[in-house]
């Protein structure tokens, strides 16, 4: 079972940056999207931030401006790099792919904390 496997979480004081990484434990065909979700205490999770195959972008609105997604397609890898970071960033963040052949399905990492300190 391919699994996706994230680095780069950590604590971080308020106006710091991060950059989290993610790429599948095997191989995965057509990967469609790629994205990063997070899920802060008690709240729901939400779609921070996704690209597409063709490299088309879209960003929840409370990070654009402060964070970018990018890949690399040859490694099935994609990241996220976090600018000016803020206490409401705090949270579990996952990766996540749509992507499979000869059926698509999701597939999600487990997860890395963010601390972001005021």
């Known amino acids: 079972q391919v699994q996706l496997v994230e680095s780069g979480g950590g604590l971080v004081q308020t106006g710091g940056s991060l950059r989290l990484s993610c790429a599948p434990s095997?191989?995965?065909?057509?990967?469609?999207?790629m994205g990063w979700y997070r899920q802060a205490p008690g709240k729901q999770r939400e779609l921070v931030a996704a690209?597409?195959?063709?490299?088309?972008?879209n960003y929840t609105e409370s990070v654009k401006g402060r964070f970018t997604i990018s890949k690399e397609s040859a490694k099935n890898t994609v990241y996220l790099q976090m600018n000016s970071l803020k206490p409401e960033d705090t949270a579990d963040y996952y990766c996540?792919?749509?992507?499979?052949?000869?059926?698509?399905?999701?597939?999600w990492g487990q997860g890395t904390q963010v601390t972001v300190s005021s």
């Open positions: 996540n792919f749509i992507g499979g052949w000869p059926n698509e399905r999701h597939y």
């Open positions: 095997g191989s995965i065909f057509s990967i469609n999207v």
């Open positions: 690209i597409t195959s063709g490299g088309s972008t």
